[in-house]
Structures are given as structure tokens and as C-alpha cells.
């Protein structure tokens, strides 16, 4: 079946460690996005990438780090400089064309102690 | 200004009510629209693109007004199964730098009772 896969499905870190979220896709998109979501709150841009080797900061990149050197993969690191690094973390991907919609994988809750 | 900008609500209606989400847009050069459903501690699910001439998907219904920049939907025949937040997302400029960026509202909660 094709799909986002997104791993672990909780992570619990103290804080000042660095972490790194997993995003792997197997449905052949080009475009991988990040997104954090908060409690009662919407979902917000950390990052996203069009194409292998290449990505763009969205509105809430400080503290995060990405790399997307396979098609496939889109892993996140939440460094120690995020202040605020505890939240629900969504990894989507999409089609590139106007009409193509996201596509999340399951999400990851981070917990920063 | 916000970049997508929805009414938080809470809506509470009860069943079989028609209620109906407006979501604004600030950058009048988007051309991706879509509604999303996300049912509490899960991923967002697609509910349906917004079509420039509208569309349809059973009760539920979706309109684009460029001249307002606001998208709508309108559910009819609500079902206890229809709570849920609601998020639209807008791209950014076609065929600039952030076509690709997908920005989300920040939701709109729907409860549904008997």
C-alpha cells in the first residue's frame, strides 16, 4: 500500500538533546512538507521541499533543521535552540500541480522534558 | 493580516442542521484550495478541493470567491459523525517561489448533537 509512514509514534526527550523525526513516502511525490501542530490550535509550517536537494524555510523554521536527499525521505531534527519543541509534528507530501492535495502520515508527538 | 483565516467557533448545531465555514485568504494570486477534516489527536483527511466553479460531494459542498478571496463550505444534513475540526489550506503564488507553501487556517471545531 502506498503511503507516509512517520516514526516514532511518541518520543520523549529531555530537553537541550537534539531529535530527529522520520517522514519516509512511498507514493512517488515530489513535494515533502513539515507542519507542527499545538493543542486547539491549526497546523503551521516548519518546512517543505519540491525536490530532492532542495527546501524552503516555511513560518516557523527556527530551531528545526531538514534535509531531503532521497525522494522518498524528508527527516526533521528539532534542535536545542526550538524553545517550545513539545507538539504533535505532521509530515505530508503531494503531487507538484495546483490541484494535488496533501497527504499526512500519522504524526509523531514529541515531548520535551 | 493573516495569511488563511477561519472562524474558530465553536459550532455546536444539532442534527440535521445545514451549517456552513468561511475560510479568507490574503494573497489574491493562490490557486490551490482544499478542506480538511481532523478528528481529534489524528492527522488531517482530505474532505474535498475547491473547484473554481464549485463543487459537490454529497452533503457537502464547496465554493471559491475570488473577488472576496474566501472559500466556503456549506454541509447540509449534519451527522453526529460530521464533529470534527475542519481546516482549509491555501497555496501561495503560482509560479513564484512559494507556489509550493501550503498554509492551513487554524480550524474550525464542529460539534454535532442529538
Known amino acids: 500500500d502506498g503511503g507516509i509512514t512517520q516514526s516514532p509514534k511518541y518520543l520523549f526527550r529531555k530537553e537541550g538533546q537534539n531529535v530527529t523525526l522520520s517522514c519516509e513516502q512511498n507514493?512517488?511525490?515530489?513535494?515533502m512538507y513539515w507542519y507542527r501542530q499545538d493543542p486547539g490550535q491549526g497546523l503551521r509550517l516548519i518546512y517543505y521541499s519540491q525536490i530532492v536537494n532542495d527546501f524552503q524555510k516555511g513560518d516557523i523554521a527556527e530551531g528545526y533543521s531538514v534535509s531531503r536527499e532521497k525522494k522518498e525521505s524528508f527527516p526533521l531534527t528539532v534542535t536545542s535552540a526550538q524553545k517550545n519543541p513539545t507538539a504533535f509534528y505532521l509530515c505530508?507530501?503531494?503531487?507538484?500541480?495546483?490541484?494535488?492535495?496533501?497527504?499526512f502520515g500519522n504524526g509523531t508527538r514529541l515531548t520535551v522534558t | 493580516r493573516k495569511e488563511v483565516e477561519q472562524d474558530p467557533g465553536p459550532f455546536n448545531v444539532p442534527e440535521g442542521a445545514t451549517v456552513a465555514f468561511n475560510c479568507t485568504y490574503s494573497?489574491?494570486?493562490?490557486?490551490?484550495f482544499f478542506w480538511y477534516r481532523q478528528d481529534c489527536r489524528k492527522e488531517p483527511k482530505l474532505l474535498m478541493s475547491v473547484y473554481s466553479s464549485g463543487n459537490e460531494d454529497g452533503r457537502f459542498t464547496a465554493q471559491l470567491n475570488r473577488a472576496s478571496q474566501y472559500i466556503s463550505l456549506l454541509i447540509r444534513d449534519s451527522k453526529l459523525s460530521d464533529s470534527a475540526t475542519y481546516l482549509c489550506?491555501?497555496?501561495?503564488?503560482?509560479?513564484?517561489?512559494?507556489?509550493?507553501?501550503?498554509?492551513f487556517g487554524q480550524g474550525t471545531i464542529l460539534t454535532v448533537h442529538p
Open positions: 494573497n489574491s494570486a493562490s490557486q490551490s
Open positions: 489550506v491555501v497555496n501561495g503564488n503560482a509560479g513564484g517561489t512559494s507556489y509550493g507553501k501550503l498554509t
Open positions: 507514493l512517488n511525490h515530489d513535494a
Open positions: 505530508a507530501s503531494r503531487q507538484i500541480g495546483t490541484l494535488s492535495p496533501l497527504h
